[in-house]
């Protein structure tokens, strides 16, 4: 087959956009699978293995811990990616009865951000507990 002219502008064209790396700014494949399943519908679970994770301060690893949850409700912004959140009642090891609200954010580079806080039942005092962060998949896998 001879390709010559307009023809050959075209298919040059096309290959040299199929090869091109992706843009800085383009989602990790992750993070559009997640928003994909979010959007379709599907019931998306998160699993946390912090043993994976880091301090976001220093770092350091994160606890021997492991979670998991079922996303309820999420909101998607073009600074924040994926947020979503958990808020629970609970003890603590003081025997104070708390409310627990965990708040994870997506990054578009596949990144997850864990902010962890208590409020203390019957005062206003919002107490920070952490902040990490989790690469997905190893310390932080979506499944659906």
Request: aromatic share 4%; with cysteine; hydrophobic share 40%.
């Amino acid at each position: 087959m001879k390709v010559t002219g307009r023809g050959l502008t075209i298919l040059l064209s096309l290959l040299s956009a199929a090869s091109a790396p992706a843009r800085a700014d383009d989602p990790s494949p992750k993070y559009t699978e997640v928003l994909r399943a979010l959007q379709a519908g599907k019931n998306v679970k998160l699993i946390l293995d912090m043993t994976h994770c880091t301090n976001a301060d220093g770092g350091k690893p994160a606890s021997a811990t492991q979670a998991g949850l079922v996303i309820n409700a999420f909101r998607v912004t073009s600074q924040s990616g994926i947020s979503f959140a958990n808020a629970h009642q609970t003890v603590d090891s003081s025997g104070h009865a708390v409310t627990e609200y965990i708040r994870h954010s997506l990054s578009r580079e596949g990144k997850l951000t864990v902010r962890a806080s208590k409020l203390v039942v019957g005062t206003t005092e919002l107490a920070n507990q952490g902040e990490f962060i989790c690469e997905v998949p190893d310390g932080a896998k979506f499944i659906w």
